[in-house]
């Protein structure tokens, strides 16, 4: 049986390697491994070694095991008991979150040499992206077999003005004196409403990478749609709201416009069951494109349809009430 080497990660993202003397003579060693960390197929994790006295290791180590990201957003990949490595070790590599696209997830990590030079590099783990239950942003990091590693981004999330979702976290490091060092990472992606306390932020439908968001209520506003949303292990309600205006459009039904990066509108059909209410408001129960219904009041009145309003309302004042298909539209 090969005799086992424990690893770790010096402050510099060094490797160390460690093996213990055995009284049978085996001679024991650690030395600090210039080099860097890469990812593969298969999201497998290798360090190159640059230069090593030990001529009993390689120049590409490999190693087994599975991601994870620490309190500070670090990469740690935990090692199990395949090969010659020593189950529960964790290799911490010192990195920051750098982007995020619908099929990866992108770090930056920094090393010094032995003679002081310092470089830095990209680390790019595959796989799609995911809400927990708690409705924390997680990557599920695709693994050649077994089950997707989840890494979890801890701490809060926003929606921006181009209704975008952002994720930053500041963590604070005690390198002569406190240096505050802040993650950011903003999704592109496309809203949905087609379910009951739901709301979906789709980054890649075939990829099936989306936010599933479970919601206390969505109140429509004029302005947009307000909801209540409970983040992380211990959750504070907090609300959100997507930005945008409510129109009627006599082939699509009723649509909720949300302004997107640069000039860009993503629109949402609604089906709705509509009735007139005082002030010849108008009160919608909105359905999804399947019809259901979604347990969604709106109330708006025929200012805010502008064009379609005093058409609309003449037409409810006919007819009492008036059946919207998503996507479908309307006559009368």
Sequence with gaps: MAEKISYEIDPHNRLIARKKARASGVRGFREVLDGRFSVGNGNSLAYHVKKSSNSGIPQQIMFFGNYSLDNGNNLVFTLNKW??????????????????????????AATRDSSGKGSAYILKLGGAWQADKRNRLTFNAERESGAADNLILEGAWEINSNNEIIYSRTRHIKAKGRIDITDALIFKGYWDIDKKNRVSYVLNKQLNSRFDFEVGFIRPVKEGMEYQIAIGIAPKTKRLTLCGQWRLNERLGLLFEMPCQGRQIQSISFGAACKLGENNAVNFKLKNIRDENLDIDLKLSRKALKGQGEAFVQALKDAKEISLTAGIGFKW
């Design 83 to 108: 090969n010659n490595q020593v189950e529960g070790n964790r290799l911490i590599i010192k990195s920051r979150l750098l982007d995020a696209k619908d099929n990866e997830l992108v770090f930056s």
